[in-house]
């Protein structure tokens, strides 16, 4: 191999590296915007045949839990109320209340 040669694919190999690298960092961006997405309160609006149950089987949780995060007694929702089905990640919830995770 001539000199030439050795350092065009040390050029070739830095250029992939740097690459590599960018795609990397793109990759990491987009993971923390997900988790930060992930971490939020999430909110469901009733529509017209919603049950409370079938919101609740949606969302991987209990009517009772969706009772207790809205406090709602019984089964009656409202077509357009907002209900909260995934508390806040670093939010705790107790009897209706929800609110920042004590230490």
């Known amino acids: 191999m001539t ?3 050795i350092a065009a694919r040390h050029e070739r190999l830095v250029a ?5 690298a960018k795609r990397r960092q793109a ?12 971490a939020k309160a999430k909110y469901y609006t009733v529509k ?5 149950s079938s919101i609740a089987a949606r969302w991987n949780t ?15 929702i409202r077509v357009g109320q907002l209900l909260l089905v995934k ?3 670093n939010e705790t919830v107790v009897a209706g209340e929800v609110g920042a995770a004590k230490k």
């Open 87 to 89: 508390p806040q990640a």
């Open 27 to 38: 990759i990491e961006a987009q993971r923390r915007v997900a988790q930060q997405e992930a």
């Open 3 to 5: 000199d030439r040669s």
């Open 62 to 76: 209990t009517a009772d839990t969706l009772r207790v995060w809205n406090s709602i007694s019984g089964n009656k």
């Open 16 to 20: 992939l590296g740097a690459n590599q």
């Open 48 to 52: 017209r045949g919603d049950a409370l």
